[in-house]
């Protein structure tokens, strides 16, 4: 799916535009000119349309007009599960990043797909992480109050319609 953005500028009697690449965005902004003739230098980059997913890496990535071409260049490139690696990691850790040297493996979190905090619980005592549970006492076991107590260091996000579990380090 291609990616629609809008160049809006803060010069107000200029008007902005709309653009699907870098290239696209450096040919019109060196053309753009406001009402009086002067050139116009600064925007407000808008996403406007492309999927849900790379409209939350565009919020997390935050789009200026000096990193266009980075944000062009990884969204294109990076799969899925990079680019909602890079949204937990930055847009909900608040981890930092340089768009020149970005790799979303640098990011230490823990993320586990489509699953709340009492199915984390649950995934974690039958993978034995409390311990071999005999199988008379588990019927007892209080999945919610685990989900609570993991909520000390795990939280939950929904991007893109799916709902994530995960931790920062």
């Not at 409209?55 to 680019?83: C, P, R, T």
């Not at 005592?125 to 005999?134: A, D, F, K, N």
């Not at 909520?151 to 893109?160: L, Q, R």
């Amino acid at each position: 799916m291609s990616i629609s953005l809008h160049a809006q500028p803060y010069d107000l009697p200029a008007t902005g535009f709309y653009f699907g690449s870098a290239e696209e965005f450096k040919a019109k902004s060196s053309a753009l000119k406001n009402t009086y003739g002067d050139q116009v230098e600064e925007f407000e980059i808008q996403f406007i349309d492309g999927s849900d997913l790379d409209h939350a890496f565009a919020k997390a990535f935050g789009l200026y007009q000096s990193n266009i071409s980075a944000f062009f260049e990884i969204v294109e490139s990076w799969e899925d599960w990079q680019k909602i690696h890079f949204i937990i990691a930055v847009g909900e850790c608040g981890y930092s990043f340089d768009a020149n040297t970005l790799n979303p493996n640098d990011f230490d979190i823990d993320i586990y797909p489509e699953t709340s905090l009492r199915e984390l619980a649950e995934q974690f005592v039958q993978e034995g992480l409390y311990g071999e549970i005999p199988s008379p006492i588990a019927c007892y076991i209080d999945y919610d109050a685990m989900a609570r107590d993991l909520s000390v260091d795990y939280s939950e996000t929904v991007i893109a319609g799916i709902q994530y579990t995960y931790r920062c380090s």
